[in-house]
């Protein structure tokens, strides 16, 4: 109600920030009481159609922006499945077309658990991301690229810079310890190399990369696998 008034922009900036998530979950909680199951119940294929009609035609215009602003690889599928959804303004437009009867209710309805599915099925997008995408890319990555010629050594030597090693870098270098990481994922490397952490790629099951390392003269040696 207050939404209507006069006063609404100046009541929306005022609130504090915990304020903005509760105005929010009680928008949802009206859509969600807002939507008639039994109408997904009768024409669920209907529904589920369309959610993925809507899906499908926003990624191929995702798609296309990708490419003309040459966002590529993963990111180009970040990009395409992460926005690939109806947003939560749709249930505002809709709303609104009823109450001016530019669309019928029944067909608001039918619009808004399409609406609502293209949502719910958004962490599926992100799962196919992390899961069959992502890992593809970084395995050409890694293939492509060969390993780095290590020019310094270091008393440490940090194999693996995962969540874990990452961690461990961090906590080296805070304490003035130098330290040298190795690790076989290239993304993995420049991420330490943005905050300017000493990293080289290469597989550091080898030998050789070791002892170019300075396996022989370090105080201290760690690391961590995935198995």
């Given amino acids: 109600m207050a939404a209507r008034g006069h006063c609404s922009l100046s009541l929306v900036e005022h609130l504090p920030g915990w304020a903005h998530g509760l105005v929010l979950g009680l928008f949802f909680i009206t859509v969600g009481a ?122 440490v030597i940090v194999a693996g810079v995962g969540r874990f090693g990452q961690i461990v870098c961090r906590l080296l270098r805070a304490n003035n310890i130098p330290s040298v990481a190795l690790d076989h994922a290239l993304e993995q490397i420049e991420n330490l190399r943005r905050i300017q952490l000493k990293s080289y790629f290469g597989d550091a099951t080898r030998i050789q990369l070791l002892e170019t390392a300075g396996i022989a003269e370090a105080r201290h040696a760690g690391g961590r696998t995935a198995n």
């Fill in 34 to 155: 807002g939507i008639n199951f039994g109408v997904l119940a009768e024409s669920w294929d209907i529904v589920m159609l369309l959610a993925l009609a809507v899906i499908i035609g926003k990624a191929l215009i995702l798609v296309g922006l990708a490419l003309a602003f040459g966002i590529r690889s993963s990111d180009g599928w970040l990009f395409t499945l992460g926005l690939a959804q109806a947003g939560e303004f749709g249930f505002v437009l809709l709303t609104y077309s009823t109450q001016n009867r530019v669309i019928p209710a029944d067909t608001a309805q039918m619009l808004s658990l399409v609406v609502a599915l293209s949502m719910f099925l958004t962490p599926l997008l992100f799962i196919v991301y992390d899961r069959v995408v992502l890992p593809r890319y970084q395995k050409a990555s890694n293939e492509e690229a060969g390993p780095d010629e290590i020019e310094e050594q270091a008393p």
